[in-house]
């Protein structure tokens, strides 16, 4: 089977406010999900780019980059910036010469600070909307949280085919 690459796939945003807790249960599954997918894999499998792609440390990484954006595209809902800010589309950081575990704190530290923002949102700032500059649609909190939680699961399930293409 042939997955739908991150790009070609199409959302469906304007959900309900009351579907908040669901979106931020799967970020904050993401570390663990990691975690457990890792643990015991040495440095050299986790850096390596297999078919010249991101390596898993890079794939973290670009996840904990993305969560700055997110945190700082919350922020512009709230005061009405449209456009939001744009995407990461390539790791800034060297993510292949650090260790697993402080890749890992960088995300986790990253993705506390954007729960946190979360939870600090009432139902008035749960309405208020942006439009994304890539996809052409105005998005709240929810959406984006939503949009997050999916591009979350599709660097998980890459992490899967490095795995399986390195024989792990």
Do not use: C
């Not at 908040?20 to 390596?48: H, V």
């Not at 800010?85 to 650090?98: I, M, W």
């Not at 008035?124 to 909190?141: D, F, Q, W």
């Amino acid at each position: 089977m042939k997955k739908v690459e991150w790009f070609e796939r199409q959302f469906t945003f304007g959900v309900s406010p009351g579907l908040l807790p669901f979106y931020l249960e799967r970020l904050q599954g993401t570390l663990p999900r990691l975690e457990k997918k890792l643990a015991g894999m040495s440095e050299d499998i986790l850096s390596n780019r297999l078919d010249g792609k991101w390596s898993i440390k890079q794939n973290i990484g670009h996840l904990a980059e993305v969560d700055e954006i997110a945190n700082k595209r919350i922020d512009e809902m709230l005061k009405g910036v449209s456009p939001m800010s744009p995407a990461v589309f390539e790791p800034k950081g060297d993510y292949n010469a650090k260790p697993l575990r402080e890749v890992l704190a960088l995300f986790e530290n990253n993705r506390k600070e954007n729960l946190k923002k979360y939870a600090q949102l009432n139902d008035e700032g749960l309405g208020k909307a942006s439009l994304h500059p890539r996809l052409k649609v105005m998005m709240t909190p929810v959406d984006l949280a939503y949009f997050d939680a999916e591009h979350d699961d599709h660097h998980l399930v890459r992490i899967n085919e490095i795995l399986k293409g390195l024989g792990k």
